[in-house]
């Protein structure tokens, strides 16, 4: 009975540990690495947006052209101008179904946000490709479903003309979580934003904030970062992995 009772707890220890193992394992191999910026550079010109690498901005048709990125002290600072008439986008393309984002921020103020927003420009049935959205501030993270959700175009222009049903208001409360935290100004945190199937999970300095899933979010190709900022954010090391076989 001793023997059997032995036998029988080296087995349940060997596959604990193997089953830790593999957890370790997936924790330290987060994908492929397709894409990745330290911002150690310099710019030619401080007049307008050159922030290289592959980068774009929504400068030129927002802001009337006016700077609204800079690349100073191995950073990216993102500065929303005052003609702006839209959140000032930095966008950079990549392709996965399965994948994650690594990025490191800091908020200045109280009410500085930074929006991670997965696009799709290929796909023409939401607003502007807009597939799903992370958007972290000082007190709250936000995961968000556009695709089904208030980007849908056919939800879109009944919003606009306040014409949503009541079945579809009701619906939409479904595509949307928060999940409160507390974050300091002037602070460095490492955000990190993991796409499997139709979940979204994101964790802040290797603490899981939250994690959503939606139907939108496994949309099968994410084709484009996007860095949304509304007022200030001070952006560095972003990595972009493919966690596809």
């Not at 502007?128 to 980007?151: N, P, R, S, W």
């Not at 796409?195 to 939606?214: A, M, N, Y």
Request: hydrophobic content about 40%.
């Amino acid at each position: 009975m001793k023997t059997r009772l032995f036998t029988a707890c080296v087995l349940i220890v060997a596959s604990v540990g193997l089953s830790l193992g593999t957890f370790a394992k997936d924790v330290k191999e987060p994908g492929k690495l397709i894409f990745s910026d330290d911002f150690e550079r310099n710019e030619s010109q401080e007049l307008k947006d050159e922030v290289g690498n592959g980068w774009g901005t929504n400068s030129r048709s927002r802001a009337g052209g006016h700077k609204q990125v800079d690349l100073k002290d191995g950073t990216m600072r993102i500065f929303i101008h005052e003609t702006a008439d839209h959140g000032v986008s930095v966008t950079h393309p990549m392709e996965f179904r399965d994948g994650r984002v690594e990025i490191k921020f800091m908020l200045e103020h109280e009410k500085d946000s930074l929006g991670l927003n997965f696009a799709d420009l290929q796909y023409k049935k939401v607003w502007a490709g807009h597939l799903f959205k992370v958007v972290i501030g000082m007190k709250q993270t936000e995961l968000a479903d556009l695709k089904t959700g208030v980007m849908d175009l056919k939800v879109r222009e009944a919003r606009l003309a306040k014409t949503l049903t009541e079945a579809q208001a009701k619906e939409l409360k479904t595509k949307a979580k928060r999940f409160p935290h507390k974050l300091e100004t002037g602070k460095w945190y490492t955000a990190v934003a993991s796409v499997v199937g139709d979940k979204l999970s994101v964790s802040i300095d290797g603490k899981e904030v939250g994690s959503f899933s939606s139907e939108g979010i496994a949309h099968p190709t994410k084709r484009m970062l996007r860095l949304a900022v509304h007022r200030n954010v001070v952006v560095d090391d972003v990595k972009i992995y493919s966690l596809d076989k």
